[in-house]
């Protein structure tokens, strides 16, 4: 959050010492990796932009831990915030992502045709399937930095590149500032509406700044594919529908996604991409692909079975409650999602849901039947 | 179109440079408050003109979006304190938060003591409408803390169940809580901590850091109603001052639980006085003693509090300039607070109500906290006068109605006496 003087020189008046955090009850990456020496390293640096460690740490600093995942604790900026600071973030990287090196490629591959199968989950099981990712315009600074002539700015480009979507993809935007009570209520029953956010990770990061100003949901007519703007990334873009037929999702993901990217870049407009990294978000867990696809299924014994965890992280997965990341499942439903999103593909990460989800529901009924699962066991992926 | 945006990438926005104010040693105090350089703004450059970084304002009820125009944001985005506190940074609060349910917030703070010279063009007018007509250019705030000139002041414990007066103070020469760094921060924890070791008698006590804390002392500090939260209130948290929470923070009382001080909260200090019961004169004396007490001490080590003839005690919200005091009881009103002319009565006599549980609550059965209305343009001793002239008036209407006998609407009560 570009807050206080340690988004400027006066810090510079003491020593790093002084001004180092104190991380003895901390629990997120961050925390872990940053020691008094590197801080001192990086605390006088900051991006052509203005951005500071004190900066990308704020958030970390602000919230030791949370109860159910193990928060990254830091947040850029701007593209340049993970090549300045690249001395933190790179271990940060490497820890949350499965040991991804500072020389690794990132393969991208939005080709939905490389998906296998995907579109027979049960829908007595699986209650709804969606695919998720974020998009970053080159040039402009990320929420947390960004001021209110930047938001603006990438929000009017957002609604003229959505707004030249057709057949299914064709929608309409909806201003959070001048939004009717009606299409609230309807945005609200679809499930669409995003509120200002509450998670103390992301108001300590400046994210909310200047709430509601330049922020807005873009749907197509038919409500299955749906954009955010300027909630905690520039763009969220998520595909989504009731029942287990992801292959479908994903494909309408990929080409919605696809067209959209065409038409940023014939305004002159490019996503924030590299070799390394893949897609440039705001927060370092969602680099790479920024996917995450994800299905919410009943799995009322399977949950309550000892393996359970195991099997999860055997097939590269991770449970959260209905509500979303910071909720605990309800009645036996969750949402099972991939855990990586860099090093793998788009397709590998949708392909190990889909399998996975298999998986889960094969288990789920023999467990139903009073059977064993224990010759279902997974290898570790 | 792609011109446009090429010459921004190309751009570079630095941000605003500073004096430095004095070099590493933090010891000698004198050394910060001697050279800092009051007034000289450093500037900010910006990749968007003013008109497009303006906020919008439209649904806003607060007194920072009833005086910014885009004129005067257009003279003042681009200025900085010499510390390299912004215009955008002293009112994200109000841009963040439209209005409050109860009132009219204020919506805007400083970084530092510099804000309110180089934001004058907007401070000023806030600092007007907030404090009823307050001129800070030509007005000068009286300091008075002589508690021997109370008249008065006991009230009838049948009705008053508490009695508390509290007021603020800033170390000068460090930034405000919206702005100081981690080390700032410790800074003023350090020096105040070391004062109030000094502190003798009646007024002997002991520091609580937040961090340092035992289970124990959590729960007793709660259980005495001392323990102050992390803030909560968007209008706090929006302007940045729970950063890095509870880093620096603390609470100091003394061994008889009368005299207390919350370090780095809203401000640099909060002092508080408090005692069941109505003797507010005991309360109030008990409170300049300890100011001065207090103020004695930090002078000794070179320090001082930030104070101008014009604004009284520099605090983080122009609310709280002047004195920065609230004095108020908690008292039981159960008829007087369903006569329709209650809130008229309180206008007249500078009261204000709020529920027991402070600024941000509603009243819960009949028992309210009455405090003054003013800060700003009366001494310590005239708004605790008033307080309790105030308070006994309600009484007396009280004790009417409990024996069925009218009550009268005061005429009311002049301000800058």
Not at chain 1, 224 to 230: D, G
Not at chain 1, 273 to 291: A, D, I, R
Not at chain 2, 147 to 164: H, M, N, P, Q, T
């Amino acid at each position: 959050m570009p807050f206080g003087n340690t988004h400027n020189q006066l810090k510079m008046n003491y020593s790093a010492e002084q001004e180092f955090p104190d991380l003895s009850k901390h629990n997120n990456h961050m925390a872990k990796v940053l020691t008094p020496d590197m801080y001192a390293g990086l605390r006088d640096k900051q991006t052509p932009s203005g951005f500071t460690l004190d900066d990308v740490i704020q958030t970390g600093v602000d919230n030791p831990g949370h109860p159910f995942i193990m928060t990254v604790g830091c947040v850029a900026g701007d593209e340049e915030t993970y090549d300045v600071f690249k001395d933190l973030l790179d271990p940060v990287i490497e820890d949350r992502h499965g040991g991804y090196k500072p020389t690794d490629k990132h393969k991208t591959d939005l080709n939905s045709d490389n998906l296998q199968g995907g579109d027979d989950l049960d829908p007595n099981y699986v209650l709804s399937s969606r695919v998720r990712t974020g998009r970053s315009i080159r040039g402009f600074c990320l929420p947390p930095h960004c001021s209110r002539g930047e938001r603006r700015g990438i929000e009017n480009l957002s609604i003229e590149a959505l707004s030249s979507l057709d057949g299914d993809l064709k929608g309409k935007y909806y201003a959070l500032r001048n939004m009717t009570d009606e299409e609230q209520q309807q945005l609200i029953d679809d499930h669409f509406l995003f509120d200002k956010p509450v998670s103390p990770l992301l108001l300590a990061s400046g994210m909310a700044r200047d709430w509601p100003d330049a922020r807005g949901i873009w749907h197509n007519d038919n409500k299955t594919f749906l954009v955010w703007v300027n909630e905690e990334d520039h763009l969220r873009v998520i595909s989504m529908q009731k029942g287990g037929n992801m292959r479908e999702v994903f494909t309408r993901f990929c080409e919605g996604l696809t067209k959209i990217e065409g038409l940023f870049k014939e305004k002159g407009h490019e996503f924030m991409w590299n070799e390394h990294l893949g897609y440039v978000l705001t927060c370092p867990s969602n680099l790479g692909t920024g996917l995450r696809a994800g299905v919410h299924v009943k799995l009322p014994n399977l949950s309550k079975h000892e393996s359970f965890g195991e099997v999860l992280k055997r097939l590269r997965l991770q449970k959260r409650g209905t509500g979303g990341v910071d909720t605990a499942a309800v009645g036996g439903v969750f949402d099972i999602s991939n855990a990586d999103r860099l090093g793998f593909s788009e397709v590998e990460l949708v392909q190990m849901v889909v399998d996975g989800v298999q998986l889960l529901v094969d288990m789920e009924k023999r467990l139903e039947g009073g059977q064993s699962i224990s010759d279902l066991m997974p290898e570790q992926k | 179109m792609a011109g446009a945006f090429s010459r921004i990438l190309s751009a570079r926005r630095s941000v605003g440079i500073l004096s430095l104010v004095g070099a590493g040693s933090l010891t000698a105090g004198y050394l910060l408050a001697r050279e800092r350089r009051v007034g000289a703004a450093a500037n900010v450059r910006r990749l968007y003109p003013a008109s497009a970084e303006y906020p919008d304002l439209r649904k806003h009820n607060n007194c920072m979006a009833s005086h910014l125009t885009p004129a005067v944001y257009a003279r003042l985005c681009d200025k900085a304190t010499p510390n390299g506190f912004t215009l955008d940074q002293a009112i994200q609060t109000g841009v963040d938060n439209p209005g409050h349910p109860f009132i009219k917030t204020v919506g805007m703070v400083a970084g530092d003591e510099e804000s309110y010279e180089v934001f004058a063009d907007l401070f000023d007018p806030v600092i007007k409408e907030r404090h009823n007509g307050y001129d800070s250019r030509s007005m000068t705030h009286p300091t008075d803390l002589d508690a021997s000139k109370i008249r008065s002041g006991v009230f009838d414990e049948r009705y008053v169940l508490s009695s508390r007066v509290r007021t603020g103070r800033s170390i000068r020469g460090l930034s405000l809580p919206p702005a100081c760094t981690r080390a700032e921060r410790r800074e003023v924890e350090r020096v105040v901590v070391d004062a109030l070791g000094g502190l003798r008698g009646e007024l002997t006590g002991r520091y609580y850091s937040l961090t340092q804390m035992t289970e124990q002392e959590q729960q007793q500090l709660i259980d005495d109603h001392f323990l102050f939260d992390k803030p909560v209130s968007p209008l706090l948290t929006c302007a940045g001052m729970a950063r890095d929470w509870p880093d620096a923070r603390g609470i100091w009382h003394n061994n008889q639980k009368t005299f207390l001080i919350w370090i780095n909260e809203e401000d640099h200090t909060r002092v508080i006085s408090m005692e069941k019961g109505g003797n507010m004169k005991r309360v109030f004396e008990r409170f300049c003693k300890g100011l001065k007490e207090v103020e004695k001490l930090i002078v000794e080590k070179g320090w001082e509090f930030m104070w101008n003839e014009h604004l009284g005690y520099v605090l983080t919200c122009p609310s709280n300039l002047g004195t920065g005091l609230r004095a108020g009881v908690h008292i039981k009103l159960p008829l007087m607070s369903k006569d329709p002319r209650f809130p008229k009565i309180l206008d007249n006599l500078r009261l204000q109500k709020r529920g027991t549980g402070g600024v941000d609550t509603a009243a819960v059965g009949s028992t309210f906290d009455i405090s003054n209305l003013d800060r700003l343009g009366q001494s310590e001793v005239q708004l605790v006068q008033t307080v309790i002239d105030g308070v006994n008036y309600l009484i007396e209407c009280e004790k009417r109605l409990e024996k069925g006998q009218d009550i009268r609407v005061p005429p009311p009560i002049s301000q800058f006496k």
